[in-house]
């Protein structure tokens, strides 16, 4: 629970900081002082939240040509070889989804060492075009079956395993299947990718890149789901819709936690439409541990020039590395 506790308290310490006096300069705090790098939290002399890196500098200092609706994006020069870049928020209504980025460019760059501070920056700004598309991305044309399908599978595994096992704002901030990174939940050291598809279906897992099954550092579990189609009154039915609301709900009084699944559901593709009631019934899971041995393509085992790389692989296949669910989360605790 320790990087919620860090995001609790960011949190608190923000909205207690007073806009500052003077129209020319901020207040600011250390936004987390076990940080290897220098976050500040501050509002301006109008109110407004922002958000700073000091660092070196580095040799692509500008801002973005369009930084995400609602904010600036600015890098000043600070002389001495240091500058600064500061995000400041128009609307303190957007204030739930700011923090939520904030805390999301505290997280991605929490590794990162002293002297690495120009190499952070632009893993941020690289971040921030990922976090424009959010924005941009309030319509989008419907999800197809196979799409649903997976958001239900992803929803189902969020409400049933990771939320009631870490807790609801744990598990939501863990769910990373939305923003494009290779596996749909990540926390502590441990990645779990989730594979669902129709019962009727031909029993293969599909793998999208040579990198979604690289274990560098980290465990990979596959949860494999099978759902059918069903009617709404059956036992263990859900919509898509229904698992949005329900979550939504759940999350009501955790306002870090409802922001951030609300963002996460937006960037999958979710809307609230009458297209996505049809209900499902979880039929199986079955979780498999990519060790030694495992079916799989990596980068290492490409020839030079081969890049994104889509294959399948045959479930039946994997039946040697099935593991049970409490072996899963052995040792994980967030």
Request: glycine share 8%; charged share 30%; net charge negative.
């Amino acid at each position: 629970m320790r990087m919620q506790s860090i995001v609790t308290k960011m949190l608190s310490d923000w909205i207690a900081i007073t806009p500052s006096r003077d129209p020319g300069s901020l207040n600011v705090l250390r936004a987390d002082s076990s940080h290897p790098l220098d976050f500040r939290i501050g509002r301006d002399a109008r109110g407004r939240y922002v958000f700073q890196l000091d660092s070196e500098r580095g040799a692509d200092d500008a801002p973005l040509n369009e930084p995400p609706a609602g904010m600036d994006v600015v890098v000043d020069d600070l002389g001495g070889g240091v500058s600064r870049l500061t995000l400041t928020l128009h609307d303190e209504e957007d204030f739930a989804i700011f923090r939520v980025l904030c805390s999301d460019l505290l997280e991605v760059t929490r590794g990162f060492g002293e002297g690495e501070g120009a190499r952070a920056r632009r893993i941020l700004l690289n971040r921030l075009l990922q976090w424009q598309e959010v924005f941009a991305r309030r319509r989008r044309k419907l999800l197809s079956r196979n799409e649903i399908m997976g958001l239900v599978g992803e929803l189902l595994f969020l409400r049933d395993i990771m939320g009631p096992r870490f807790g609801l704002p744990l598990a939501v901030a863990s769910w990373r299947g939305p923003y494009g990174d290779e596996q749909d939940f990540a926390i502590s050291d441990l990645i779990v990718e989730v594979k669902t598809q129709g019962t009727t279906a031909d029993r293969r897992l599909r793998v999208s890149s040579e990198d979604q099954l690289e274990t560098a550092g980290s465990r990979i579990v596959i949860c494999q789901q099978g759902v059918a189609a069903c009617d709404k009154g059956e036992l263990g039915a859900a919509s898509l819709n229904g698992l949005a609301r329900e979550l939504s709900t759940a999350s009501e009084e955790m306002l870090e936690c409802r922001a951030r699944l609300a963002i996460g559901l937006d960037t999958a593709g979710w809307q609230d439409l009458p297209e996505y009631d049809d209900h499902w019934m979880l039929m199986d899971r079955n979780y498999f541990e990519v060790i030694e041995g495992f079916p799989r393509i990596t980068r290492a085992d490409l020839r030079s020039g081969v890049e994104e790389v889509r294959y399948r692989i045959r479930v039946a296949d994997c039946l040697p590395f099935r593991i049970e669910e409490e072996a899963v989360f052995r040792g994980t605790s967030g």
